[in-house]
């Protein structure tokens, strides 16, 4: 099968597309034929190894300290049921299935997994492509979003608005029935009008902890607001979700959690079968729509990298099969 693989940390340029072994399911597993993944930040950051240097030794050993330990990256896919081990009693052979890969495997043309992963059928009325693209933002979204306790009214800022997790986050808080601030660059803002931001904020052109607006949420997707004045911009017993924190914001945030009424939060979201069927019903009934910007064929993989890194890409960026 045709795959595009990871052998050495580098630029774009070191994923290259081979043949490599088609799998073969175990007794528990089963085998997709991907039609379409994505490329997420995460990919970009785990190909350059581009990761803060408090946690560069513990992702070095458990990522690969030379090279990549697994050569296939991709976090998120959507695909057709071709073949099904002997044990496997969810799924048939033609269902459309879709979820996250676990981390890795996702830029091949066939991938095998447990049926006892977080992969659910695909709604009927949604296309591999959008479906590809809810898994890994979706579940991010959904674990910060609930972290984020918000009541009909409240208002939550967020900020990286316009990635593959802040396009979610804004659906999801505008469902809970919250005034959503939606801040990216100024190329976003129209479409994040259209899922539903209340206000929308250009980075470059206004500081969102400068504007006097006090918020009950403010979830940071980016890691790129400012530690203090976010904290000054909430309520009394506003929240500080950090969803790509680095070391010394995680350390004073423990700091502020014991000296303020303020709630500074941190933590990793799970992937379990639970909430991937939420996001599966959601695309169902309309609530979640995904937003994808570009389509990349897996033969593109190197220019899709390359689009991604730019940090201009308007929710996902998608590669087709």
């Keep these: 099968m045709k795959a595009i693989t990871c052998r050495r940390y580098g630029p774009p340029e070191v994923l290259q597309l081979e043949e490599v072994e088609k799998p073969i399911p175990a007794d528990d597993e089963v085998l997709v034929k991907i039609h379409a993944a994505t490329v997420f930040t995460g990919d970009c950051e785990m190909r350059g190894f581009k990761f803060p240097l408090s946690f ?33 009693t ?3 052979v033609g269902d459309a299935v879709f979820g996250p890969s676990g981390g890795w495997g996702a830029y091949a043309q066939y991938i095998c997994l447990s049926e006892n992963k ?20 979706g579940l991010n979204a959904l674990h910060f ?7 009909p009214g409240q208002k939550i800022l967020i900020n ?23 801040v990216d660059s100024a190329k976003k803002l129209d479409m994040l009008r259209t899922i539903g931001a209340d206000h929308v904020i250009d980075y470059m052109a206004e500081d969102f902890t400068k504007n006097a607006v006090v918020y009950d949420v403010i979830l940071d997707v980016v890691g790129k607001s400012h530690f203090s004045r976010s904290l000054r911009a909430l309520t009394p017993d506003g929240r500080y979700l950090l969803a790509n924190p680095r070391a010394i914001p995680m350390l004073r945030g423990v700091w502020a959690n014991k000296t303020s009424t303020r709630k500074v939060m941190f933590s990793l979201a799970r992937e379990t079968l639970d909430d991937v069927q939420h996001l599966a019903d959601m695309l169902a009934d309309g609530t979640l729509k995904p937003v994808v910007d570009r389509r990349f064929a897996l033969e593109d993989m190197v220019a899709a990298h390359r689009y991604v890194e730019t940090g201009q890409k308007t929710g996902n960026v998608v590669i087709t099969f």
Excluded at 145 to 151: M, R
């Design 145 to 151: 979003i609930g972290k984020a306790a918000l009541k």
């Design 118 to 137: 977080p992969m659910v059928h695909k709604p009927k009325n949604i296309t591999h492509e959008a479906a590809a693209t809810v898994p890994t933002g």
């Design 90 to 92: 969810r799924f048939n």
């Design 160 to 182: 990286g608005a316009g990635s593959s997790i802040g396009t979610v986050a804004v659906q999801l808080a505008k469902a809970a029935g919250a005034e959503v601030w939606a």
């Design 56 to 88: 560069w030794l513990p992702l070095r050993l458990f990522i690969g300290l030379l090279r990549p330990k697994r050569p296939i990256l991709g976090q998120e896919f959507s695909g057709v049921v071709e073949a099904i081990g002997k044990d496997v």
